[in-house]
Structure formats: C-alpha cells, structure tokens
C-alpha cells in the first residue's frame, strides 16, 4: 500500500513561522524589560555604609539593605568587637581616645537581593575615635561661684580625683564645661586631677591637674605649687607648675623665678620657664635635674603666699608672704643603688638585669634612662663574687641599707673626690649614674677586716675574698672595751699623736702609726706592746706595727671592720 504524507500549504506555513517568532519576540522582551527593571531597582536600592556617628563609633546608613551579622574594630595589633545599637556601632569594651581604627562590618544581604550581590558583604571605614582636653588648668572663681573645667569638645564621662578616687560620673549630655566645686570661698585654693571622655564608651586618659582659686581683695598674690615644694620631694627630671591667683604678668612683670643649688657646687638645674596660661608658670628641666638628697630653693622676683593642699583637696591657709621656698629632690631606690655600687664592683656581689628588661637593653645607656630607673628598681639579681664567711654575708639585705651598702658607698665617694658622707650626698646619685654610664668601676680590691676577741685576739684581712693577712691583736680592756659590731673606715692616717684620757682618768698622748679609724675613736692601727693578743687598749684594735705597716696600704676608705663579739 501506498502511504501520503499530509502538509500545509506554502502560505500556511508561512503564516505559523511569523506567529512563532512574534510570540517569541513578546517573550524576550518581557524578560529584557523585567530583568531590566530589577537592575535597576537593585542600583537604585540604598546600600549600607558606615559613616562617624554622634554618640556611637560610627553610624549605619540604609538600614533596610539588610542587616549586621558581625563587626569588629581593629588598632595596631588589638581587635575589639562591635556590636550594633539600632544603627548605632559602638564597641563592646573602652577604646582609647584619639586612636585611628579599622571598622570591618559583615552585612546579610536581604533574600530578595541575594541572588545578584551575594549573601553577605563586607563594609569596612576608617574613623578616628574622639578626644578632650582640658582648656586651662587654672582656674579663677569669684566667691560664691562654681569652679569649672573646660574641656576642647564636649565630654559624657569624667573623674575627678580630689585626694581619693571619686566615681566616674556620666553626664546626662555632653557638655565642654563641667561644674566641679560648687561653690568657692575667697581666699579658698584647692588642687584637682581630672580626666574626660568625649562618649561613654572610651577610656578615661590619664588625670591632669587643675588649680583653683577663689579670688580675695588682698595685694599678695596667692601661690600654688605641683608637685609641692615645702611638703615633699620633686622627681629628678619633674617640671615644676607654679599656679597663682593673680595674672604672672602683675604678679612679677615678666620677671622668671630662678632656681639653685644649696650645696655649693652643685650642679644648677638647667632648663626654662613657660606661661602655660596668664595665671600659671612651669619650670621644664632640659634632663634629670633634682636628685636625691640634694637640697634646692625656688627664688621668686616678687613676694607671694604660698599655699598648699591635703590629700583631702582642703587648702591650707596662705603662708607669710616669701620670696624663698626651699625643696629637695625625691629618695632613690636603695635597691637601685645597691644595683648600681655592684655593676661598678664596689660590692662582693655581682648584680645581673633580667633579661629582656630595660637595664638590660642599649636603651638605658643614657642619663635620662639611668635616673628614670633610680626609682623603679629593675628587675635582677646579686651573686656572691667570693665564698665568704657568715658574718660578713649575714649584713646583706637587698632594698635595704646596711653596712656593707653604707662601706661601698664611702668608697665610691671616696674615689670620685666627694665628701665621704654616706648615702645622704646630695652629689652621690648624678656621679654614681655618671661612672656607671662611663664604666669607671672600683680601682681597690674588695677588703674587709674580721676581729676576734676570743683569746689570743687575732685579726683577719680580707682580699678578694681570700685572707691576705693574720696577726695577733690587741682590743680594749674591760674598762674601755672595743665594740662589737660592723663598721667602714672613715678615715686614715700613717700617723698621729693620739691623745685621750685612761679609764683612771690620767691623760695619754702616745705617738701611733699606720691609723684606720672605724668607729669613732677606734681605730686598727700600729702600736708597740711587749706582747699581743689579749685586751691591752682603750678601744682600739692594735697590731704589731710592722704587721699594721703592711696592712695599712691594702685598706681604703669604706673598708669594712667586724668585731665580733
């Protein structure tokens, strides 16, 4: 059978193709404009950004773009997280004020938009968080007036520290100007530390002081002086801030205070006098300048009454009006000096930093670096430079002052050309710094002198650790007897004529070689006996004078004399 193919016609055909390719053309475009219609949308949708805020660390625009999953700020090595507060980024522990921060927010993107951005995005700002600072640290308030702080910028948080820690208070709103006293009296003086914040959630930096004054009729000029002159010590390398309660240039007509040593050849305090504000000076040393012991006046153009505080903040009343105001530097480290005495080898110990800390480093090889660690003793430890008997090594206490820091200080002094006074030389901590940077270590042999009076009576010497010498002794007779005890040498002759008086009362003056004095007027020294070791003097120790000859070359000022008992 035959089998026909059925068709359309040429024109049939024709006809379906045109419908086939409108309709398809109807459909293209409908997804050309549909498509194009949501690019749009999407452009023209506002985006999230991040942008400073009042109140927060940065604010967020376009919320309705999505949502925050995280956020973090980040400052040289430190990360702290943010956390979102209705369009609010604010931080979740205190940032510092004045810090440059990286902000890196992760966004969600809403589900609608997803499909052409992405689930997620990542928004990042570089911001600056606030600072403030005070305006004017003296302050002149009328009686019956409020004394208050101006700040740079308005503050939210702010402590003010009048004797002890008051809370931290958070203003209501910000303010550049905040309250402090309530009301002053005239005549009324009184010393704040203050510290502000611009937002609540930055740290406080560390307090600045603020004087005040509650102005009086009186033609004296009231003083106030940081840190306080007549009441404590200043810190080596301290700017001194003299705040006063009229206008500097009424009070001495532009005229600078001086300042000068007591002690005669003491080195002058070198540095130079400012006019922070019209009614303050400040005295800013060019390097460590007031050292421990030492003893110092502030000189003034003019009288003024000083003032001073109590730890409360309470005024003292104004002091006789004085051109003069004598003050000292702070105390030292005992710790420190001991550190120092043994670098030099003028101790039998060894003294060693710890390794990583600041004395350890190049950078303490400078004077501001030395008298910055006078006070703060680096962290280290001594070591026995010899095997020594116990009632030498038994006198040993670091931190402490003892006799054996007392001797190694005499013979430091001793050596750099100082009056042998002990630790109270006000010229001991800048000569002791100044060897210690120039390693000019001790020229003696480390000696100590060791007395038994158990019979025969002998005396040992010390060098190095070792026993250089040993010889009969002589010490004083029961009437007059030697004390026990440690001792330095304080001072040394090849010879003199001693004089004194016997227990019965009979004077003597009997010629005497080879002296060490040690205490008081006992002394080791050289003196002829027809026999020795037993109790024969009146408080000295005496050795056979050849033996005393040779002893007394090895022994120097600050050698250290135990009688024992």
């Known amino acids: 059978m035959r089998r026909f193919w059925t068709s359309q016609s040429r024109k049939e055909q024709s006809s379906a193709r045109r419908k086939w390719v409108l309709r398809a053309s109807v459909g293209t475009l409908a997804v050309v404009v549909v498509g194009g219609a949501a690019a749009v949308v999407w452009l023209a949708w506002p985006r999230m950004s991040l ?36 369009g609010s980024i604010t931080p979740v522990a205190a940032l510092p004020q004045g810090t440059k921060l990286r902000l890196v927010v992760d966004i969600r993107e809403p589900w609608w938009m997803s499909w052409a951005t992405g689930a997620n995005r990542v928004v990042t700002a570089t911001v600056i968080t606030p600072q403030a600072s005070l305006v ?15 700040f740079s910028r308005p503050v939210r948080k702010i402590e003010v520290i009048s004797g002890t820690a008051d809370p931290v208070e958070t203003l209501k709103r910000p303010s550049a100007k905040v309250d402090l006293v309530r009301s002053v009296q005239a005549g009324q003086v009184g010393d704040l530390e203050v510290s502000a914040a611009p937002d609540t959630w930055e740290s406080l930096r560390p307090p600045v002081a603020l004087s005040y004054f509650g102005s009086a009729g009186s033609s004296v000029p009231m003083m ?56 303050s000076l400040e005295f800013v040393p060019d390097g460590p300048s007031f050292w421990p012991g030492e003893s110092l006046t502030l000189d003034l153009p003019d009288p003024v009454a000083p003032v001073s505080t109590t730890p409360s903040g309470a005024s003292s009343a104004p002091a006789d009006p004085t051109t003069s105001i004598p003050f000292s530097g702070v105390g030292g480290s005992v710790l420190r000096l001991q550190q120092l005495l043994a670098g030099l080898g003028y101790l039998p110990l060894d003294w060693s930093a710890a390794p990583g800390s600041l004395a350890a480093s190049a950078a303490s090889d400078t004077e501001a670096a030395q008298a910055a660690l006078m006070t703060t003793s680096p962290p280290g430890s001594f070591a026995w430079r010899w095997n ?147 109790p024969q003097s009146v408080g000295c120790v005496e050795l056979p004078v050849p033996v005393a000859a040779q002893l007394w070359p090895m022994v120097h000022i600050g050698t250290l004399v135990t009688v024992l008992p």
């Open 224 to 279: 106030l002086a940081q840190p306080p002159l007549a009441e404590g010590a200043v810190p080596v390398s301290s700017s001194i801030s003299l705040s006063f309660s009229q206008p500097v240039a009424s009070v001495f007509d532009n005229r600078m205070p001086t300042i000068t040593p007591v002690l005669k050849g003491a080195p002058t305090p070198a540095g130079h006098w400012s006019e922070p504000t019209p009614y």
């Open 136 to 150: 004017d640290p003296v302050v002149v308030a009328a009686p019956g007036q409020p004394v208050a702080a101006r």
């Open 51 to 86: 942008h400073p805020g009042s109140g927060a660390l940065a604010q967020i625009g376009s919320f309705e773009a999505g949502h925050v999953v995280s956020a973090q700020a980040s400052f040289g090595s430190k990360t702290v997280s943010l956390v979102d507060r209705g």
């Open 388 to 534: 020594l008997p116990s009632p030498l090594t038994s006198l040993w206490q670091p931190g402490v002052d003892n006799v054996i820091t007392d001797g190694a200080i005499m013979t430091f002094e001793q050596v750099s050309h100082l009056n042998t006074v002990g630790i109270s030389n006000p010229l001991l901590w800048p000569t002791l710094i100044d060897a210690y940077l120039a390693h000019r270590t001790d020229p003696h042999e480390y000696t100590w002198i060791e007395v038994s009076k158990n019979l025969p009576e002998t005396l040992t010497f010390y060098r190095n650790g070792a026993v250089a010498l040993r010889s009969l002794a002589n010490t004083g007779i029961a009437q007059a007897p030697t004390a026990a005890g440690t001792y330095p040498v304080y001072l040394r002759l090849a010879f003199q004529i001693m004089r004194g008086h016997n227990p019965d009362g009979s004077a003597y003056a009997d010629p005497v070689h080879w002296i060490n004095y040690f205490n008081g007027s006992d002394a080791v020294h050289g003196f002829v006996r027809a026999s020795y070791g037993f």
